[in-house]
């Protein structure tokens, strides 16, 4: 029989310190947007929750709400100014530091420029929003009208269920998520704001990279790679970038947000929100 030296065997046990999150100290509270969709919230509570938990396991006041998944850029964006109004009477903050996933950053960029938000947002960063649309949007819009228009109101449909407060419009949102909707359109007439400090995350897997992909999502991967090059299944490396960048993740746009990640995976989605977390404490946010 081997004899296992008890020092070896104890080195398992020896305890770490400070064995909890770093605490990482913001000026301002974070409030995370979704994007465009909401079957996630048949499971989770948001779509972004489990991203806001990790957050507050820093010691960060964040919040993940829900708006409706499928509508117009200035209906969603009315709601998360209203958002934030609420939040700052409930909590008396002055401020807020806002992380946008997909078209939440649209979204939000409206509320700054259109609805005042400007005076009330710190900063705004970015997590593959589609700041010149996606080719994916443009695909969508070809398929057979009777296709789209039963799509359509199926969502519709499941949209107003799960979220009856407003009315769901998601053809209208498709139609504002193709890239010469947002380039032609919504850029030239959504300026950032000089209060407002704007930063961007990226992020490219499977076609042209070295990083997996759920298959399910390896014909859209490659014909938005086509059409537009390296991109996370939805959007593209270059359409993504605004403001200062953060960086390039090899994690795909569900993976972003908690949905679909392997344990092999996990930590690289740890690794984003940190530094999400981090760069705003850097720049004393």
Known sequence: ?????????????????????????????????HGYGGFSMLVKPSPIHD????????????FAP??????TIDVRAEQWAEVIVQLKQKYGYDKMNVVAHSMGG????YAITHFGMDSSVASLTTIAVPHRGTSLADIVLTTPDLVKEKLSEWMDWFSDNIYPAKKSNAAAAVEQLTTSYVTEEFN??????????????TAAVGKGTKHPL????????????????????????????????????GVSHLEQIDIQVSKER??????????VANNLQRKGL
């Open 266 to 275: 996990k930590p690289l989605v740890e690794d984003l929100w940190k530094e």
């Open 66 to 71: 829900n708006i409706v998944p499928y509508s």
């Open 214 to 249: 759920n298959p399910i999502y390896r014909v859209q991967n490659q014909l938005i790679y086509q059409r537009e090059g390296m991109n996370d299944s939805f959007v593209t490396i270059n359409s993504a970038l605004w403001g200062e960048h953060l960086g390039t993740w």
């Open 106 to 109: 649209l979204d939000m960029r």
């Open 188 to 201: 030239p007439n959504t300026p950032d704001m000089d209060e407002v400090q704007y930063f961007s995350v």
């Open 1 to 33: 029989m081997k004899w296992i030296e008890p020092q070896k065997y104890m080195k398992k046990f020896k305890l770490d310190p400070y064995p909890q999150p770093e605490i990482i100290q913001l000026e301002h509270p974070v409030l995370i947007c």
């Open 51 to 62: 991203s806001c938990m990790r957050l507050r396991s820093y010691g960060i006041h964040a």
